[in-house]
């Protein structure tokens, strides 16, 4: 026994069996198969991938041309609706002046402040248009422009501000600014027209030059210079009105309030609020001041010489600039954002950028 497990023992392993030349012929096919397989599998996968990159990447410009239609759509909407809300609000100050009928009311022969001569007007209309128009927009130009400047040499490229695009244009931050700074001004200055234009129709109070204008005649063919119509309130007259056109037998009526103050004090005081909340210069701090007394004081000599040209009365003048002053107030307070103070960190945070606002430095206390 000891024989035979010592014989057991030490037998050699067991070889593999030698390929035939059939087998190897054969394993060199299914070699060969495999890898036509492979490749073929390969060349599918590649061509799906590549089919599926093309398929995302049409579907991604494609999503981006959506996105900016809608875009620019939302901006065109947008200021079409601004432009239709001023339209609005300044169609009835046309009606008025092409089809207004102001109220008409009597008047007394001795009145001593409707005997005033006819005077042209100090301050025209293209000066008026000029200070109501020109100035406003061109100071409101001048300081969004500086302002964005100033913005960018601070932000060093680096502007964490919202970015405007219309039409694959970046719309610069003036440009905005300048939008609604003007486009507030001009609904402010509708609307504070729109009132005086109001008052002027409802009222129907004669200019102080209304007997040298109107030329009044009674229905018996007297007029202002016979004794018998002294003392007497005169409401049955007709107007001979020579050298007069129509437009100033129009006008003579619409005495209060004065249209010329109520638009310039408008357009003045609220130019000097609007220094007030954006310019910033450290330069000189009393020539914001300086130019915010020069356009009220522009304001002011609009306003008297309505009163010296005899073409308002001191009360008409008072009322007007009070109108304008109380709009531009009101406008520039609660309707534009001149004086709102803009949130530094939102209620709830919702971009990245929202949550890694910086806190306000302050003092830190470290203890080792």
């Given at each position: ?13 067991r ?12 394993s060199?096919?299914q ?8 490749t073929?599998?390969?060349n ?21 041309q ?20 001023l339209?609005c609000?300044?169609?009835?100050i046309?009606l ?8 008409k ?8 402040s ?12 293209w ?6 128009a020109?100035?406003?927009v ?13 913005k960018?040499?601070?932000d ?18 003036w ?12 609904f ?8 005086t234009?109001?008052?002027?129709y409802?009222?129907?109070?004669l ?23 002294v003392g007497?309130?005169?409401?049955d007259?007709t ?26 004090f408008f357009?003045m ?12 210069w450290r330069?000189?701090k ?6 915010q007394f ?10 008297l010489s ?19 002053s ?16 803009p949130?530094t ?10 949550m890694?606002v910086?806190p ?9």
């Amino acid at each position: 026994m000891s024989n035979e497990t010592s014989s057991s023992e030490t037998t050699p392993l067991r070889r593999p069996e030698t390929q035939t030349p059939n087998n190897v012929a054969q394993s060199n096919r299914q070699t060969t198969a495999n890898v036509v397989n492979n490749t073929h599998s390969n060349n599918n996968n590649n061509y799906g991938d590549s089919v599926e990159v093309r398929l995302q990447e049409g579907d991604s410009t494609q999503q981006q041309q959506t996105t900016t239609m809608d875009t620019n759509k939302r901006i065109l909407c947008r200021v079409g609706l601004d432009i239709l809300i001023l339209l609005c609000a300044g169609f009835p100050i046309l009606l008025f002046f092409l089809l207004g009928e102001p109220y008409k009311r009597g008047f007394f022969c001795d009145d001593e402040s409707l005997k005033h001569p006819f005077h042209d007007s100090t301050v025209r209309n293209w000066m008026l248009y000029f200070i109501g128009a020109v100035i406003p927009v061109g100071v409101i130009l001048i300081v969004e422009v500086i302002i964005s400047q100033n913005k960018a040499k601070q932000d060093n490229g680096n502007a964490t501000s919202r970015r405007y695009v219309f039409m694959n244009y970046d719309v610069p931050d003036w440009l905005i600014e300048c939008y609604k700074k003007v486009g507030i001004y001009a609904f402010g200055a509708v609307l504070s027209q729109l009132t005086t234009d109001i008052a002027k129709y409802s009222i129907g109070r004669l200019r102080p030059h209304f007997i040298a204008v109107c030329q009044p005649q009674m229905n018996d063919g007297t007029t202002c210079n016979d004794a018998s119509n002294v003392g007497k309130y005169i409401q049955d007259f007709t107007c001979k009105g020579v050298d007069s056109s129509a437009r100033m037998l129009k006008e003579m009526r619409l005495s209060f309030p004065s249209g010329h103050s109520s638009f310039t004090f408008f357009a003045m005081v609220y130019l000097a609020l609007y220094l007030q909340a954006r310019m910033t210069w450290r330069g000189s701090k009393l020539l914001r001041h300086l130019l915010q007394f020069a356009f009220i004081m522009v304001a002011w000599y609009t306003a008297l010489s309505r009163v010296s040209d005899y073409k308002h009365h001191w009360s008409d003048v008072l009322a007007g600039s009070l109108i304008g002053s109380i709009c531009a107030i009101v406008v520039a307070n609660y309707v534009s954002d001149l004086f709102q103070k803009p949130n530094t960190k939102p209620y709830l945070a919702r971009t990245v950028q929202d949550m890694n606002v910086q806190p306000p430095q302050g003092i830190t206390i470290t203890s080792n």
